[in-house]
């Protein structure tokens, strides 16, 4: 769909014009994402590989300390980060859109000077989620394994062959994703818009969710997509995020253009 199209929802004054998209806009912007990516490949393989030793470093951690049961719980909340991390990512695909060469004082110099700005304040939204996250995982585990918590010793068996475990499984999925799908909804667009204009965080979230609740379908499909390539970009011990993330990060700037008139 053109980037022009007419087809748009009304907004209050000040209120950025959300467009109406089809599934054809995720494919052309995925297409465009990967072109970012092939086109200036330094600056993705830079920002996925912090992301991957993010991710890294969580797994370390864990298995230092005896936490191996907390790996999955700390790596779905993890890709809650991504948003945050891509924004030098948004920053090139923006310098590229305006025919200009990306260079590194350029790319660093966009994130440091968002430093105590907006964008800072959304950075602290998502964190918040994060927390919560990683507090309603030990809250679930309380209801349903006591306050001793998991076992250590046999705890996937416990997981997969106890009523009490299948019960954790299946809320923890659910409760997991609804958090998910908040964060997709007030992210999606929030900091491609805060690093593209001016505008207060809260608005860059009202316009965020106003993009879900008026293109549902396709970026649900959106959000299904970025949720198998994290999936599968996690499983080879993070790795995987060192092309996944810079790619999504692109696609992401793409999908805000084509979404935010």
Not at 25 to 54: C, E, H, K, M, Q
Not at 180 to 192: D, G, M, Q, R, W
Request: hydrophobic share 55%.
């Amino acid at each position: 769909m053109n980037q022009e199209s007419p087809t748009t929802t009304p907004a209050r004054a000040h209120e950025p014009v959300i467009r109406h998209i089809g599934l054809s806009d995720i494919a052309d912007a995925l297409a465009a994402g990967v072109s970012d990516f092939r086109a200036y490949p330094a600056y993705g393989l830079f920002f996925g590989t912090f992301y991957a030793l993010g991710g890294l470093v969580i797994l370390g951690s864990t298995l230092s300390w005896d936490l191996l049961y907390l790996v999955y719980p700390l790596a779905a909340g993890f890709t809650l980060l991504g948003p945050f991390v891509a924004v030098g990512l948004y920053e090139v695909s923006r310098l590229r859109e305006r025919g200009q060469v990306p260079t590194w004082k350029a790319v660093i110099g966009a994130m440091y000077s968002q430093s105590g700005k907006e964008i800072s304040w959304m950075a602290f939204a998502v964190l918040f989620i994060f927390i919560v996250w990683m507090y309603q995982v030990r809250l679930l585990i309380a209801l349903f394994f006591g306050l001793h918590g998991l076992p250590l010793e046999g705890f996937p068996g416990i997981l997969f062959t106890t009523p009490e475990g299948l019960a954790f499984l299946v809320v923890g999925h659910l409760v997991g994703a609804a958090l998910a799908l908040v964060t997709f909804a007030v992210t999606v667009v929030s900091f491609p818009l805060l690093l593209d204009r001016e505008a207060d965080f809260v608005t860059a979230m009202i316009t965020s969710v106003r993009s879900v609740v008026t293109n549902p379908l396709p970026m649900l499909g959106w959000a299904l997509c970025i949720l198998l390539v994290l999936f599968v970009a996690s499983l080879p011990l993070f790795l995987g995020l060192v092309v996944a993330l810079p790619v999504l990060g692109h696609t992401t700037w793409h999908l805000y253009r084509r979404l935010v008139a």
